[in-house]
């Protein structure tokens, strides 16, 4: 079983990722609404991936990809970032800051699919 | 692998949360506006605002409706600006954003009606565009303050200076406060996380920032969230709402700063319309009404049931056996019955404050269109409604407000010369009294309903109480003439009012007018209302309802396989998949019919179950199917056997709606029928 954490404000965006990585098989999804309650849930138990959006209300997921990388233990969490167009500035800043893919809505199913297989596949062990 | 996933059966989904973003996007700019008016920033506002419109923009995106895309996207842009300028937004910017969000809640109208997203109105996004060119960027007017935070955290460095000014001028005994919330798992296990106690600290004053940090925590945690705050809360409830141990408050320590002096200007005013209510409390739960119905549903059925068991207990009570013990339980569960009616309706109530949010822009979009000055009170306090009583109700009050402003209110100088205050006043008033009904009222200070001229406009005597009045007002007819200068004024659509309050829900609705002075409209109306999903037919000239859930099947009765056996006084057989049923006319049981009526053969049969038993009750014409709202004959003496209640179809006129379950019942000797209901 990998978890996989899932982070939006959007309800029905979560759930919309849910329903697009659900085909992969043994994936166990936690919802969290806000960045600090990412932040909380990644500090309280293990994660094989976090799909992450940039623009929440309390803070953005740029700081959330800041504070994973900064510590030991979450180094190499697999970080999937979506977001909306007009968010490119972005792009730059959440790459660097050590995101590892990049998704603009609207995104296929197909495609975060792809890129969610792609991450856990190549994880080091 | 391909996914099978279709994106587009998360519309309804879509559409419930995008609406609730409109909400809150359209009471962050009336808020927004309020300051713009006074020349002030409004940052928290445009921020919510800006979120708001991000959201709907990406989420439309996933559900591929472009054109609220481009719309929100437009605006988004020039909101953008508004918050790197300190969130000030000129007054200038307000219609064309408001003009967006009308566009974008039109389009989700029409995709909730099943129809494609129409393409953005002409004009719109270029208005919007010039928005974000012309909108002159202020430079944050914030000065930042010396604020001495604490030393062992960098943390000075992560405010803004808005934030900063935020934390060290809070009004009256505010003073910064930093709270340490450290989260562990047996904490989150007992629903305190962050979200909770940022929710419950954000409560307690204005919350500016949270900082995670990490590294070992007392308790043996290994994160620490700082949540710095203004506020006048002891230490002690702010230790107490962030879960107490190991949770730490400390206070921060401001210092005048040595550039500033004492001479440091004036402050804005406070803003007044801080939406905090806007905030979805995390212990709420959306449920679709369907669902709450299906759990009515099934406890009707148990109901139902429940009358079987009684008879049964009657019946061995009857032969001698000792069910004292059995007639105890039996009324305990009618009461445990009804108490469980009474939780699943409560889960249908929704505040009446909630419902009524729209109304403060309907009638800001009124005050633009009409030139007049007017003040809308809400006073609804706690109160609640059943969600459907509510829906129901809201394009009635929609039209009392809009009729209160539109005709009622003189126009500033009028009331200047009248003696009053030149901004007039609408108030909406409502409490729940404790016999299950809600008592509504809409007031205004306007010139009250000339009777004379009502009477004159219509071609009748004048009436002779306020009552005649009423009467008069919501003819039909009345309404369709729209004369804005008319003295009398009201009238318009007062047919529909009426027919929603008193022919839908069974209500009152009452008219206080006093010419000169203003006029007030009292409305009673049912605090939870029954709904059906009922068949329509017509037998005998008249039309009935009956609850789809009770018709086993809709058959088509041929004259040639209705069988008559000889003597049988009325009763017929008519053959059901090679099963014989028992063809009862509806016509002559409901004693309406003619002689011929109940010889000739009905064409359609309504196919009902009673106690294990098929029965087909011939009918004229099927006229299709629909929600209906019940209302039960409350009158018990009036109780009939197989009468479920009375409808308004939506053309004023009563129809009956039957328990075909129980009309069968009674019509055997012997049988009480089914007299228990879920009431």
Known sequence: MSEVLVVDDSKVMRDMVVACLRP???????????????????????????????NMPDIGGIEVVEFVRGQDRLRTLPIIIVTTRGDEASRARALSAGANRFMTKPFTPDAILAEARGLLEEKPA | MTASVDLADFLPAYLAEVEELLDSAHRQLMAVEASARRGAAHPKSVRELFRALHTIKGLSAMVDVEPIVSISHWMETSLRQADQAGGRLPESSVEPLM???????????QLAAGKDASPVPPGLLERLEALGVSSPVV??????????????????????PTEREQLTSGAGHRRPVRVDFIPGAERAARGITINSVRERLAALGELVKVVPVAGPAPGGGSLTFVLLLSTDASDAVLKEAAGGEPAQVRALSTAPSAVDGPSVPEREPELEEEPEEGRRSSGTLRVEVSRLDEALERLAALVVNRSRLQRAVVDLTAVGAPTRELRAILQENGRQLRDMRAAILRLRMVRVGDVLE???LLVRGLRRTTGKAVRLELEVGDAELDKAVADRMLPALVHLVRNAVDHALESPEERRAAGKPPEGRVRLGCHANSSGWVDITVADDGRGVDAGAVARRAGVPVPRGPDDLLELLCRPGFSTREEVTSTSGRGMGMDIVRRIVVDQLGGELRL??????????????????????????????????????????????EAARVVRPAGAHGVALVERRGQSVTLVSLARLLGSASAQAVDATPPRGLVVRQRGELVAFGVDRLLGQQEIVLRPLEDPLVRVPGVAGATDLGDGQPTLVLDLNALGAARRPGSGGREERAT
């Open chain 1, 24 to 54: 992969y098989p043994g994936l166990n999804f936690t919802h969290a609404s806000s960045g600090l309650e990412a932040i909380e849930r990644l500090s309280l138990s293990p994660y094989d991936l976090l799909v992450l959006d940039l």
């Open chain 2, 99 to 109: 003009e967006g969000l009308r566009a974008v809640e039109q389009r989700m109208r």
């Open chain 2, 139 to 160: 430079a944050s007017t914030a000065r930042p303050s010396a604020l001495l935070l604490d030393e062992t955290l960098a943390l000075a460095p992560r405010l803004t």
């Open chain 2, 358 to 360: 729209r109304l403060p």
């Open chain 2, 512 to 557: 206080e007018t006093r010419v000169g002075e203003g006029t007030t409209f009292h409305l009673r109306v049912p605090l939870t209302i029954t709904l059906l999903d009922a068949i329509i037919f017509e037998c005998a000239g008249l039309r009935y309802a009956v609850a789809v859930g009770s018709v086993e099947e809709l058959i088509e009765v």
